[in-house]
């Protein structure tokens, strides 16, 4: 069975950081693209950042210059580094992965930025 489990969030004054990883099952790891979105209360689902199985990255521009996304391609590993945290940047984060037939997603992770 496909699996993404989530896992690092938690409560961060602002300023702080936060490394997130999402370890996802091997049949899926090597897809096309993975990456991370969030969704705040009430909001709908956003885009955070990507990784191709090639290594190019993309970032939202809300995120960009603070967030660094990478992958361990021998741990089956997805990360989201998270620097310079804002109040605005308190949600859920769930993985996600792009293969040729599905999109797959983790359950997530909450990430409170609060003082």
Known sequence: QVQLVESGGGLVQPGGSLRLSCAISQSIFNSYVVGWYRQAPGKE?????SITKFGNRNYA??????FTI???????TLYLEMNSLKPEDTAVYYCNVQSSSSNYWGRGTQVNVSS
């Open 45 to 49: 689902r956003e885009f955070v950042s």
């Open 61 to 66: 521009a809300s995120v960009k210059g603070r």
């Open 70 to 76: 990478s992958r361990d391609n021998a741990k089956f």
